[in-house]
């Protein structure tokens, strides 16, 4: 049991309750913002130190259930500060990262019979398929009469490889609008100009999203507006 959860315990005696609050107080947070919010509690509140303490001439629960929860709120707003503001990291490519890392878009022309089905090919699609993007892109290279969908699962493959302009230069060949994967180009050229710090043409490319990925793209540009 941890010391929190052993300081929740409504079983404990005032004595416990005090030993473990001293211990938690001592162990998990650092004196000098111990200091601060002492300082802070006694000029804005007129809570002192010496306002109540112990026969051992320790400050009183009441004090450092006060001082605890000055600290306890200022993590709290530090933790929030790290996961939906970037923190320390950056917000816009934590998040960019995630939907690049979420899973592999799955490359299903082999099994559409709208191609030709060749060793080749299939050996790129198998790989890409399972991750190995390197091996995939050997196999794509050395195709002849590329198809459209060759082109774009070459340039998925660049993308997941993190050879982010070669993957835009794969999807800006493509200019078919009738292209079936269409909207998945540029959602993927969207991530692709993120993470090559080219935000406007981002903000471009996800604001013409009609009918794919609408939320999280809203959210992208959210972030890139910032």
């Not at 009441?62 to 320390?88: E, M, P, Q, T």
């Not at 490889?161 to 050229?189: M, P, R, V």
Request: charged share 30%; hydrophobic share 35%; proline share 1%.
């Amino acid at each position: 049991m941890t010391l929190f959860k052993k300081f929740a315990d409504s079983e404990l005696s005032p004595e416990e309750e005090e030993r473990y609050l001293n211990k938690i107080h001592e162990k998990h947070y650092d004196k000098n913002l111990s200091s601060k919010y002492s300082k802070l509690l006694e000029e804005e509140h007129g809570v002192m130190r010496g306002a109540g303490v112990t026969n051992t001439g320790k400050p009183t629960s009441k004090y450092r259930r006060l001082l605890f929860g000055s600290i306890l709120a200022v993590a709290a707003c530090g933790l929030f500060a790290f996961y939906f503001l970037g923190g320390i990291g950056n917000g816009l490519i934590n998040q960019t990262d995630r939907y690049l890392t979420a899973s592999v878009y799955q490359n299903q022309e082999s099994l559409r019979g709208d191609i030709r089905s060749d060793a080749l090919r299939n050996e790129a699609v198998l790989a890409y398929n399972s991750g190995e993007m390197s091996k995939a892109l050997e196999n794509y290279k050395l195709l002849e009469n590329k198809t459209e969908s060759d082109f774009f699962f070459e340039g998925m493959a660049y993308m997941y490889n993190n050879e982010f302009k070669k993957a835009i230069a794969n999807f800006e060949g493509i200019t078919n609008d009738a292209f079936k994967y269409k909207e998945e180009i540029k959602w993927f050229k969207a991530l692709c100009y993120i993470k090559s710090d080219q935000k406007e043409s981002a903000i471009s490319e996800l604001k013409s999203l009609k009918s794919w990925k609408q939320e999280e793209a809203a959210s992208l540009i959210e972030l890139l507006n910032k």
